[in-house]
């Protein structure tokens, strides 16, 4: 479902909280317009819909005149923060309805000429000073379809990641991709290279809903080749599930979920569908020919794969991923969401060092052109992060494992602010306890944890979280 912003809730829902002590700043929204609505189930109607999670302090634009020179300067120094890398593949053999990620089309000829491109630019960057630095933890391969790419490419790439980059000892690899032109051998020469987990995006067992998504691979091509490459042995094999589809129902997500654990599989994500502008998906809905669920319904089926992966033993690692078995570990997902720096590798990827967003160009032959060489800028566009980003970050990392941890974002409060006299406690008290009134959070030793219904809201909780702290008396007029 599309992220939108939350109007204003009653004002007779401030009667429910401890009062602030303060007005809201004019022009600035008031404490209210964060809560959720009371009402006897929040899983279908805590807040009017979904939206992303946005830094609370905002991002700056970095002048154009001058992010050469800042290129230059974040590969100078040695980095400081713990840290992962992406890689990006932005090639599709096909463009599924529902995916905002397309770039280019897949031809076979790409693939060398476009390994050799990125190979370059780790060869390059292995030469900076900011290879220097805590080691990698993790490393994503992802798109676009990494997995289109041929059996000897995967292979030199994951290898070129295990020569070229800083890796930690027990650096997680992942090679994300789809089963339609994966195949085993494939597979083995990405485990062969290095690679330490493989994630599937399945989004439905069912082919009445995939077909229509573009989805090539059958149901039972797609449980077959899970079973045969689960029976390789060599590393983590996770999958993504959606919910919301257009023609699916809660059962059809449990079904689901319980056959991941009869394969065996290590992990799934369970991601509500998000119709994003400008994909084919959302101008069939918006012309009529498919419907998804309802926003109210999504609740219901969030719980039904919950339900499900409780049945069948497995445990959340965050609110929307699971564990199977303890060889899954989603390492690379929870700290790009949680403020690790993040090297990015390859045409069309995303990074964020020292405080600065950026991302990689796209345009391919400018990619192939500058990216060997360490002094070229390989990017046209940066933001920079506000001082109080940790502290967000700190919040961001407790929503995200459903288990909400004031402590940390007290200790990065203090940091950067000695002599505050209104700690996060305070400042966000009224907002956790509206929150717990409502049935999103409840008591748990010295944390907040999530209920259900928190689970499934935690995106827009953390974006509204975020909202009331960018309005702390300490970090509102922060740049």
């Known amino acids: 479902m599309a992220e939108v912003a939350s109007p204003l809730h009653p004002r007779g829902v401030a009667a429910t909280v401890p009062p602030t002590g303060r007005p809201a700043d004019a022009g600035l929204p008031a404490l209210e317009t964060f809560f959720a609505a009371p009402g006897a189930d929040p899983l279908s109607g805590a807040f009017p819909g979904k939206r992303a999670v946005h830094p609370f302090s905002g991002m700056v634009p970095i002048p154009e005149a001058e992010i050469a020179e800042r290129w230059t300067a974040l590969h100078s120094v040695r980095r400081r923060n713990k840290a992962v890398a992406y890689l990006h593949v932005p090639f599709c053999e096909n463009h599924c309805l529902f995916c905002g990620f397309y770039q280019n089309a897949w031809r076979s000829g790409d693939g060398a000429p476009y390994v050799d491109a990125v190979i370059a630019q780790m060869r390059a960057f292995a030469d900076t000073a900011a290879h220097e630095g805590p080691p990698l933890q993790a490393v994503y391969m992802g798109g676009g379809t990494p997995t289109a790419l041929a059996g000897r490419e995967l292979s030199r790439l994951i290898t070129a ?187 069309g990827a995303g990074g964020f060092l020292q405080g600065l967003n950026y991302r990689i160009t796209s345009d391919l032959r400018d990619f192939a052109a500058r990216g060997g060489d360490p002094s070229h800028c390989l990017t046209r566009g940066m933001m920079q992060s506000g001082p109080s980003a940790p502290i967000g970050n700190a919040l961001k990392q407790g929503m995200e494992r459903g288990l909400l941890d004031l402590a940390p974002a007290e200790a990065a409060l203090s940091a950067l602010c000695p002599a505050t006299k209104c700690s996060i406690a305070d400042h966000l008290g009224p907002l956790l306890v509206q929150w717990t009134s409502a049935g999103l959070l409840a008591p748990h030793h010295r944390f907040h944890r999530l209920t259900r219904a928190g689970r499934f809201w935690q995106v827009a909780m953390t974006g509204r979280l975020l909202g009331w702290l960018g309005q702390h008396p300490d970090l509102k007029d922060m740049k």
């Open 161 to 347: 990641i295990r020569t070229y980059l800083p890796l930690a000892p027990d650096c997680e690899i992942t090679l994300e991709g789809r089963i339609h032109s994966f195949g085993l051998d494939k597979a083995r020469a990405a485990y062969d290279a290095g690679a330490t987990r493989i994630s599937l995006g399945v989004q439905s067992f069912s082919d009445s809903i995939r077909r229509p998504l573009g989805r090539k691979a059958t149901r039972a091509e797609v449980i077959n080749f899970l079973r045969q490459l689960v029976a390789l042995d060599r590393g983590a094999v996770v999958i993504d599930l959606m919910y919301g589809l257009p023609g699916q129902h809660p059962k059809d997500v449990a079904t689901d979920v319980a056959l991941c654990a009869e394969l065996g599989l290590d992990g799934l994500d369970l991601y509500s569908l998000n119709l994003i502008a400008g994909t084919p998906l959302l101008t069939a809905i918006e012309k009529g020919k498919m419907l998804p669920a309802g926003p109210s319904d999504l609740g219901r089926f969030f719980a039904a794969g919950e339900d499900a992966a409780e049945a069948e033993g497995w445990a959340p690692i965050s609110t929307t991923h699971w564990q199977g078995s303890l060889r899954e570990r989603n390492v690379y997902n929870l700290a790009v969401k949680t403020g690790a720096d993040c090297l990015a590798f390859g045409a």
